[in-house]
């Protein structure tokens, strides 16, 4: 079993959707991150957090530690939004990050 | 305030050669992180330097091996290459917080092609 799963794998939206992407883990962590990559390969970092809720423009994410759960979420959600979101936690003590395979948001005009 | 650069952007290499990838952390992060992405793959984590030390390695053999500069650049060196090698390879700074909490912003990548 990985250490980070997430799900869905693939997701189709149509346009003005509200998107969830979850993702849970099997380690202590001390913080999260949630990265989006373009076709091109760049990653952007758009969250780290390590309790509760952050909020970016039309992005959410929340996280609940006991649980080992984190979701990101996406209000209004538009054709640029396409890319892969991924998940990587960061085990407690380290500074390594593991990271989860990725969910390939597409979304439709 | 310039973001993370890596260079080169593509590499074409064939296998038993030896390669270097190099990495110029963001102003001001003093620790800089590679990871490995293999195609339709999450990022696999290489090794990480703190103030040219490394500190912390994942599950990758030696001929992997880096260095980071007192100016905070780092390079990734990978000797006798091998065709699972093909890849892209991500660097990342951050500085770590109070907290210990430390937000890594990623390079554009090196993606490598061995032949």
């Known amino acids: 079993k990985n250490e980070v799963e997430q799900s869905p794998q693939n997701l189709t939206a149509q346009e003005g959707e509200f998107i969830t992407i979850n993702c849970s883990y099997s380690v202590g962590i001390s913080a999260l991150h949630w990265l989006q990559q373009h076709p091109g390969g760049g990653i952007v970092s758009l969250f780290m957090?390590?309790?509760g809720k952050k909020k970016h423009g039309r992005l959410i994410a929340t996280i609940n530690i006991q649980e080992k759960h984190s979701s990101l979420h996406i209000t209004a959600s538009h054709p640029r939004d396409s890319a892969v979101y991924i998940c990587?936690?960061?085990?407690?003590?380290?500074?390594?990050?593991?990271f989860g395979t990725g969910t390939r948001l597409k979304v439709l005009a | 305030e310039t973001g993370v650069t890596q260079s080169p952007t593509h590499l074409i290499k064939t296998r038993g050669q030896q390669v270097t990838l190099r990495c110029s952390s963001q102003s001001g992060h003093n620790t800089v992180s590679w990871y490995q992405q293999a195609l339709g793959q999450g990022p696999q984590f290489i090794f990480q330097?703190?103030?040219?030390?490394?500190?912390g390695r994942g599950n990758f053999p030696p001929r992997f091996s880096g260095l980071q500069f007192p100016n905070y650049s780092s390079e990734l060196n990978v000797n006798a290459l091998e065709l699972d090698d093909s890849a892209l390879y991500l660097c990342?700074?951050?500085?770590?917080?109070?907290?210990?909490?430390?937000?890594?912003?990623f390079g554009p990548g090196t993606r490598l092609t061995v032949l």
């Open positions: 990587a936690p960061r085990t407690s003590g380290t500074y390594k990050y593991i």
């Open positions: 330097y703190y103030r040219e030390e490394e500190n």
């Open positions: 990342a700074s951050s500085f770590p917080g109070l907290a210990g909490v430390d937000e890594q912003f």
């Open positions: 957090l390590s309790s």
